[in-house]
């Protein structure tokens, strides 16, 4: 626990020593694009302003997904129906889904699901989280499932997609921070996920084949008096 | 707005911040001062009485952005205040609006968003 809160603290520190100079370097960019508009400017200086600012943006994203991931929280627990958390994320998604002529579908659970104990927030970024990289999975489109299953005294999420499946040579990798196969993103998404689930000592698990592949999160029921756990 | 000219102080430890941030908002509308820590920014305050301050909450130092605040607020609770926040730590800017602070600006900071949010308090 000590080092995890050293780790938050050097991460921290190293946070603020970054974003002060990409702030300065966002400001002075936005002022050098506005001097230059004045000015009519050709093309190729319009291009290469406007790779500054992708970077200048792209720098700034990975930093706050950082800090997400190295931030130590204590749970802010509450009982609740993870449907509930599904739903939510399903409003939100949607309508990214539906422009991607991907059909979602929500299963309900056959019987009443227990109320677990859980950070809604911290446990709807994970399922978010997720979420998202099905949709990545599918870019022409398929089927993305949001279930919930009863497993003894575990209430297990379900994401699943139809997309290709993800490679075997990489599948021992996909919980390790930074470690993506996209051109954007921060690599950082299951990474999180894993995370979150971990602290509240769920487990996070995959299966996968070329027709897709079904994300897991079981949750124990009685959970574990939530804190900043995670190790 | 009329033709009056409001004095603006920006508090910012990063040199290259406030002097960003001051040729962002230089206009015939505003005169701009800066200061780069708490205490330098309470003594320019104490002369010259800025209409509003734009400060960084997080600066080395005895004093925070949020001392400053209490401290101008104390002295001159009409002056118009706007904090500067990382991303993320929208709490800390909780307790300066608390404080009396007018709006607050999440980093990375949009030149746009600032000018319409200086213009809005003066308008305000």
Redesign the interface.
């Known amino acids: 626990m000590e080092q995890f809160a050293s780790l938050s603290t050097l991460a921290s520190g190293l ?2 020593e970054i ?6 370097l ?3 960019v ?2 050098l694009e ?1 001097r230059l508009e004045n000015d009519a400017i050709d093309q190729q200086t319009a291009e290469l302003i406007g790779v500054l600012k992708t970077e ?2 792209r720098l ?1 994203n990975t930093l ?1 997904s950082f ?2 991931f190295a931030k130590l929280e204590r749970l802010s627990l509450k009982a609740i129906d993870v449907q509930e958390v599904l739903q939510d994320v399903a409003r939100l998604i949607s309508p990214q889904a539906r422009q991607q002529g991907v059909q979602l579908e929500f299963l309900r659970a056959g019987q009443a699901l227990p109320r677990v104990e859980l950070d809604p927030g911290k446990i709807e970024q994970a399922v978010l989280n997720l979420v998202l990289n099905a949709l990545e999975a599918m870019p022409g489109g398929g089927e993305l499932t949001l279930g919930t299953e009863v497993d003894g005294g575990n209430v297990r999420i379900v994401v699943r997609d139809s997309g290709q499946g993800i490679p075997r040579e990489i599948q021992d990798h996909i919980f390790r921070p930074y470690f993506s196969t996209k051109g954007s993103g921060t690599g950082m998404g299951l990474a999180l996920a894993e995370k979150l689930v971990r602290q509240h000592h769920g487990r996070l698990d995959f299966r996968t084949n070329p027709a897709g592949t079904t994300f897991s999160i079981t949750l124990p029921v009685q959970g574990r008096n939530g804190g900043a756990g995670g190790s | 707005m009329s033709n009056e000219v409001f004095p603006i102080l920006i508090v910012d430890d ?1 040199p ?2 406030r002097t ?2 001051a ?2 908002l230089e206009c015939e509308s505003y005169a701009i001062a800066t200061a780069g820590d708490a205490g330098e920014a309470l003594r320019q305050f104490r002369i010259t009485h800025h209409a509003l301050v734009l400060t960084d909450l ?1 600066m080395p130092g005895a004093s925070t952005g949020i001392d400053l605040s209490r401290s101008i607020k104390d002295e001159r609770p009409e002056t118009l205040i706007i904090v500067i926040t ?3 730590t929208v709490e800390t800017a909780v307790e300066a609006m608390r404080l009396g602070a007018h709006d607050y600006l999440s ?5 746009g968003t600032l000018r319409l949010q200086v213009r809005n308090a003066f308008e305000h």
Do not use: C, F, M, Y
């Open positions: 946070l603020h974003k002060n100079p990409l702030t300065a966002s400001i002075h936005q002022l506005e200048v943006r700034n706050s800090r997400d | 990063e290259n911040i960003g941030l040729r962002a997080k990382a991303h993320g980093k990375p900071i949009d030149l």
